[in-house]
């Protein structure tokens, strides 16, 4: 069939540059010559954080530069204090009133006065961190009073994005099941199942009612990808087999597994009770978005080398199923090896 | 979310291609040529563009590797804003030439890129998985710029065609101006 021959035709090159998941954070260089302060603020529970104040010592001299809280702010521990070669740092644990610290300014004391910056950078119990840059024009950060709905579904959705995006493991089970697919209405079931089955685990997972170990897990989602080499090959010889005649069962079946990966990437986001369905609904949807832009990509890049007319010579034809294959037994290997070393 | 999501390419050794792939995604001087390539290619015809499609990932992973070897050239603004400026011209004026031609200008295009990005990386150990990655997002990019001019059918698409050619120039010439003053 000619969308499977082109399939083959491409899929060694789009392995490696198909996927582009194209966000990369460069952090920005300060530019002046003295050191920024530094304060990092850890949620620590909901009115409770740790914070870490450090600035810089320039010839002896420490930067008269004075952190202050807003007066509902308490400190739980005497600030502790280390003196570096290069910085001063106190450590302590804040607590504030019922709405921690959103809607409230810390001062910069001083600040105006210096040359110098604040980096401040906000790690929050529902995964989000903030990092912000302050200047002598403007000593002082305010802290955003509420996240809008919006915002937070966001925050969800393009995490979801790219966690399908940069899993390469995800995505190269997906590129398999292509592979093994002979018509569009098989892909549209096929890749559906794996949808239906993957949201499936994510939710039972998420919400705590089936815990799986990650390091098994691990592996078998390796294995997933492994097992779809031979098929290809089969598919590429004329024979036949259960997952070619059904790649959806496979689908859905693997897709669960799946899943439970996916979930590990969403509780890692460290989620507030209250938001676990909605964030369940936003990440989903995040993923399936990344999974049909994936796939759409692939059925784009098809089409346009199918315009160009780009035969691969036969030899190459199972190169994708070789490529697909020898990844998945590689990781197969290395994650059974992560394995047993944690359990030794 | 980097750090969640950084976990799979730890877990995969996958993370180097992924930042080929971010790197070239991030250089519009690179991505500006390529895309006048195709244009050109593709307004020239299937054998044109099936030239440029096989030739350019190659030559850039050719010449990515000289590059990641010897490091980089020491060339000034002028030199570089020529591939902007002869891509961009050929495609705004659609000029009429053989196969090969298109074919030498993607594999001139493919080193002079190539070799610039694979200099980034000749001091870095990952320098040959973020080239296959840039190399991949080369070959995607040129196989659709060429593959979408080609299916144009109507004479306004390839007047828009060459237009985006004529900015391409355009760009290339503020570049040249840039490297001359």
Redesign the interface.
């Given at each position: 069939m000619s969308a499977r021959l082109m399939l083959s035709m491409s899929i060694w090159?789009?392995?490696?540059?198909?996927?582009?998941?194209?966000?990369?954070?460069v952090s920005s260089a300060v530019a002046h010559e003295i050191r920024p302060a530094y304060l990092q603020i850890d949620q620590m529970a909901a009115n409770r954080y740790k914070v870490v104040w450090r600035t810089p010592i320039l010839s002896g001299m420490r930067l008269p530069i004075v952190l202050r809280f807003p007066d509902s702010v308490r400190n739980v521990t005497e600030p502790a204090q280390r003196d570096l070669p290069d910085s001063l740092v106190q450590t302590r644990v804040v607590e504030t009133d019922g709405a921690g610290l959103a809607g409230k300014r810390v001062e910069f004391v001083g600040l105006q006065a210096t040359i110098t910056d604040v980096l401040v950078r906000v790690h929050l119990l529902d995964?989000t961190v903030e990092t912000t840059m302050i200047h002598p024009s403007q000593p002082w950060i305010d802290f955003a009073a509420t996240r809008s709905p919006l915002a937070a579904a966001r925050?969800y959705f393009?995490?979801g994005f790219?966690?399908i995006l940069?899993?390469?493991?995800h995505l190269l089970f997906v590129f398999g099941l292509l592979f093994i697919v002979r018509s569009r209405w098989m892909l549209v079931k096929t890749i559906t199942a794996f949808t239906v089955a993957h949201s499936i685990t994510l939710a039972v997972a998420t919400l705590g009612k089936v815990a799986v170990p990650a390091l098994p897990l691990?592996a078998m989602i390796a294995l997933s990808i492994l097992f779809l080499g031979p098929e290809i090959v089969r598919v590429w010889g004329g024979q036949t087999s259960f997952t070619i005649r059904h790649p959806w069962i496979v689908s859905f079946a693997f897709g669960l597994l799946h899943g439970f990966g996916f979930a590990s990437?969403l509780t890692?986001?460290g989620l507030p009770q209250g938001d676990i369905p909605f964030a369940l609904l936003m990440f989903n949807l995040g993923v399936e978005a990344g999974q049909l832009a994936f796939v759409g990509?692939i059925l784009?890049?098809i089409?346009?080398?199918k315009?160009?007319?780009?035969r691969l010579p036969r030899s190459l034809e199972l190169l994708p199923a070789y490529v697909v294959g020898i990844l998945g037994a590689y990781?197969t290997i290395d994650?059974i090896a992560v394995m047993i070393g944690g359990m030794a | 979310m980097p750090v969640e999501a950084s976990a799979h390419l730890v877990n995969t050794g996958l993370g180097p291609i992924y930042d080929g792939v971010a790197h070239f995604a991030m250089s519009p001087e690179a991505i500006l040529p390529i895309v006048a390539l195709g244009i050109f290619a593709g307004l020239r015809g299937p054998i044109h563009a099936r030239a440029s499609v096989l030739i350019l990932p190659v030559g850039w992973v050719a010449f990515g590797l000289v590059g990641m070897l010897v490091g980089p050239l020491a060339l000034n603004s002028v030199i570089e804003s020529l591939p902007l400026l002869i891509l961009g011209a050929l495609a705004a004026a659609d000029i009429r030439m053989p196969s090969w031609g298109t074919g030498s200008l993607a594999l001139l295009l493919g080193a002079f890129e190539g070799w610039s990005f694979g200099s980034a990386y000749s001091a870095s150990r990952d320098g040959l998985p973020a080239l296959a990655g840039s190399a991949g997002l080369v070959f995607v990019l040129i196989a659709f710029v060429s593959a979408a001019v080609l299916k144009a059918r109507w004479d306004w698409t390839r007047i828009a065609m060459r237009v985006v050619g004529s900015w391409t120039a355009a760009s290339g010439m503020l570049l040249l101006g840039w490297g001359l003053r």
């Open positions: 090159r789009l392995l490696l540059g198909a996927v582009v998941a194209a966000v990369t954070f995964g925050v393009v995490s790219q966690h940069l899993g390469i493991d691990n990437g890692a986001l990509l784009l890049l089409a346009a080398l315009s160009i007319e780009i990781w994650r | -």
